[in-house]
């Protein structure tokens, strides 16, 4: 097995001297906003993976019921014919609905590199683990950093076609427009006939979608609250996690699912040597997870650049897969 990490940072500083300005600036805004791509330290990772187990999660059971079930389907659309090919998965987390596909390709004996891309050494390392052990003769490129960085990197290591996976409804991570300009940005990245797959959440029942996020259990608030806990680690902050509450809504008219931390007083919190102020009541605001119709899916393909060949949705149609193939 052929392994490889690779990683954005130039010098040993640069990422905390990213993280830090994103934070102040954030912080500094109005209104307040951190980045969600932040939230996933070592203890981040692992309150996301007890979120993805949670009944109410239905997102992670959804695709991986189209990963699972549907998985020659899924190939049919996405693999060129009989050309090798570079499998690059965009936050690929543990890859734990992705493995599906890649037992289904390395069964086929197809000819493919899997290049995994995430923010997080942590969960890269723990993917490298798991592909290894599963798909020991598997060529596996792992990559560390900013998604487009890393898709030159890729494009850098071969000129093969690339095949891009973009699962988890991440692109609901980005408000509408900000999704239209990330997937011009993937079209210009990439080169005629390569293909994407992009993973939409469907609008649905309110109450579903709401549940999802703002669980009795309280482990999406940690998930929010350890991005404080991680600026007091990392970037010497002196956030009181006390005063600060989650707060979770849902506006089925735009679809748009946002997280919010609250501060529950007047007061000031030092970032580096940098003081911030906020107000009772006033909001940082941490996540937006947007929910799609077919229309704005199909308006957001075509709008850049891509042909939308297929589409697989999960048994219940909460959730789907659409393919698109650069023009």
Known sequence: MNVQLDSHAKTENEPIDYFLQDVLNGLQSTPKKLSSKYFYDKIGDHLFQQIMAMPEYYLTRCELDIFKNKTDELADLLIPENEPFDLIELGAGDAMKSTYLLEYLVKKGADFTYMPIDISGNILSILDKKVSSQFPALEVTCLEGDYFEMLQKAASLSNRRKVVLFLGSNIG??????????????????????????????????????????????????????????????????????????????????????SFLISLKNQKVTVGNVSISFEEHELINMEISQKFSAEQISALGEKSGFAITGEIKDSKKWFVDSIWQVQ
């Not at 390569?194 to 999406?220: M, Q």
């Not at 990392?234 to 989650?246: M, S, V």
Request: glycine share 4%; with cysteine.
């Open 173 to 258: 991570n980005m408000s509408l427009e900000e999704a239209e300009s990330f997937c011009l940005h993937l079209n210009k990245n990439l080169s005629s006939k390569d293909r994407v797959l992009v993973g939409f959440d469907l609008k649905k029942n309110p109450h579903i979608i709401l549940d999802a996020y703002n669980d009795k259990e309280g482990i999406t608030a940690a998930f929010n609250l350890n991005l404080l806990t991680r600026i007091n680690n990392e970037l010497e902050g002196n956030f009181d996690l006390e005063q600060f509450q989650h707060y979770q809504t849902y506006d089925p008219v735009s679809g748009a699912c946002r």
